[in-house]
């Protein structure tokens, strides 16, 4: 069975840095996107960042030119890393990886639990 392990989330004040963590794991093929969403009550959920196994990223516009997305492929694992966090970055961040289970091409996306970051003025 395929998984999305989020880490990294948690309580920080305003300006600082974080770094959120999310590993693949089980069995299946490969893993072709990755990205990180966030959500707050109420509200749908917004793109962050993603990034294709080939390292082409495209950003959202609720942390861009703060945020940074990267993966490691032998790791199965993306990253995000926000700067100079805000108090509206507060909201719990999902990771999403579309997976391709077998050799033959089916494909499905994957969420994981969310991970809950808290921004502090």
């Known amino acids: 069975q395929v998984q999305l392990v989020e880490s990294g989330g948690g309580l920080v004040q305003a300006g600082e840095s974080l770094r959120l963590s999310c590993r693949a794991s089980?069995?299946?093929?490969?893993?072709?996107?990755m990205g990180w969403y966030r959500q707050t009550p109420g509200q749908e959920r917004e793109l962050v960042a993603a990034?294709?196994?080939?390292?082409?990223?495209n950003y959202g516009d609720s942390a861009k030119g703060r945020s940074t997305i990267s993966r490691d492929n032998a790791k199965n694992t993306v990253y995000l890393q926000i700067n100079s966090l805000k108090p509206d970055d507060t909201a719990v961040y999902y990771c999403?990886?579309?997976?391709?289970?077998?050799?033959?091409?089916?494909?499905?996306?994957?969420w994981g639990q969310g991970t809950q970051v808290t921004v502090s003025s």
């Open positions: 990034i294709t196994r080939g390292g082409v990223i």
């Open positions: 999403n990886a579309n997976i391709q289970l077998w050799s033959s091409g089916y494909s499905r996306d994957y």
């Open positions: 089980g069995i299946f093929f490969k893993i072709n996107d």
